[in-house]
């Protein structure tokens, strides 16, 4: 199934981006999309994924813009297309999730752990990620299964969307209930926090670096880390 996957992968990157890469024959590539598909599912949830791919394609370009207008050493669209983790591991991440809403087993989250390897960023495809959404070098990013992020969100590397705790049934097998953060709209999220539970982030609010955040923020919040302690310098070799 992986190599039926990357192949998806590579057909979805050229059919969404003909204007940076280049596409001979989209008619063809569609086809062929459509037939990895169905060899992944069946015909009626390969012409149901066709059917969401203008709609994959448009949020993909939504994406592109967020990150060129939100780095200033972007010089151009091709670079982002080419060149940032954030486009590679959200082009697995859409295609994914549109996979898991069509109840397709297995192949959602493979596409994903790919582009976990390659890139370091961990998207769970039951994420639902809004339109124009960021991530600022990416490596070691984490957003879990039951994550909800609004439009023109942006987060930096190291951020963890996770769950705090678990709830078991009788057997003692957790369960699948909603666990994870939800980040309201243009919500920024600085390196190396960790955002645990159902909490919700309010629009518009900011979140500095290396914070603990375990309780719901209002909009228009902004957090941050308590000060650094600052001590005398060491003598005579002493350590903390």
Same mark, same amino acid.
């Given at each position: 199934?992986?190599?039926?996957?990357?192949?998806?992968? +590579?057909?979805?990157?050229?059919?969404?981006?003909?204007?940076?890469?280049?596409? !001979?024959?989209?008619?063809? *590539?569609?086809?062929?999309?459509? #037939?990895?598909?169905?060899n992944?599912?069946?015909?009626k949830? =390969?012409?149901?994924?066709?059917?969401?791919?203008? !709609?994959?394609?448009?949020?993909? &370009?939504?994406?592109?813009?967020?990150?060129?207008?939100?780095?200033?050493?972007?010089?151009?669209?091709? !670079?982002?297309?080419?060149?940032?983790?954030?486009?590679?591991?959200?082009? &697995?991440?859409?295609?994914? &999730?549109?996979?898991?809403?069509?109840?397709?087993?297995?192949?959602?989250?493979?596409?994903?752990?790919? +582009?976990?390897?390659?890139? $370091?960023?961990?998207?769970?495809? $039951?994420?639902?990620?809004?339109?124009?959404?960021?991530?600022?070098?990416?490596?070691?990013?984490?957003?879990?299964?039951?994550?909800?992020?609004? #439009?023109?969100?942006?987060?930096?590397?190291?951020?963890?969307?996770g =769950? /705090?705790?678990? /709830?078991?049934?009788?057997?003692?097998?957790?369960?699948d209930?909603?666990? &994870?953060?939800?980040?309201?709209? #243009?919500?920024?999220?600085? =390196?190396?926090?960790?955002?645990?539970?159902?909490?919700t982030?309010?629009?518009?609010?900011?979140? $500095? $670096? #290396?914070?603990?955040?375990?309780? *719901?923020?209002?909009?228009?919040?902004?957090?941050?880390?308590?000060?650094?302690? !600052?001590?005398?310098?060491? =003598?005579?070799?002493?350590?903390?």
């Amino acid at each position: 199934m992986e190599e039926l996957l990357t192949r998806l992968i +590579a057909l979805m990157r050229r059919t969404v981006f003909p204007e940076y890469l280049g596409q !001979e024959d989209r008619a063809l *590539d569609l086809m062929r999309i459509r #037939n990895v598909v169905r060899n992944i599912s069946d015909d009626k949830k =390969a012409d149901a994924f066709m059917e969401r791919i203008p !709609e994959i394609s448009r949020l993909l &370009h939504t994406d592109v813009e967020a990150i060129a207008e939100n780095d200033p050493a972007v010089e151009d669209r091709t !670079e982002v297309v080419l060149c940032y983790p954030s486009i590679r591991v959200m082009l &697995h991440y859409r295609t994914a &999730h549109e996979l898991l809403l069509l109840e397709i087993p297995v192949a959602p989250r493979l596409l994903t752990e790919m +582009a976990h390897s390659a890139t $370091g960023i961990d998207i769970h495809p $039951g994420a639902q990620i809004g339109e124009y959404f960021a991530i600022d070098h990416g490596t070691g990013v984490v957003i879990g299964a039951t994550s909800i992020i609004g #439009n023109h969100v942006m987060l930096y590397q190291g951020v963890t969307l996770g =769950a /705090k705790n678990f /709830k078991y049934d009788s057997d003692g097998r957790p369960i699948d209930l909603p666990r &994870h953060p939800v980040l309201e709209d #243009n919500v920024t999220v600085y =390196a190396n926090t960790t955002i645990l539970g159902r909490v919700t982030i309010g629009h518009d609010t900011v979140v $500095g $670096g #290396n914070v603990w955040l375990t309780h *719901d923020v209002p909009p228009r919040s902004r957090i941050l880390q308590s000060r650094a302690t !600052e001590q005398p310098l060491f =003598a005579d070799g002493a350590g903390i």
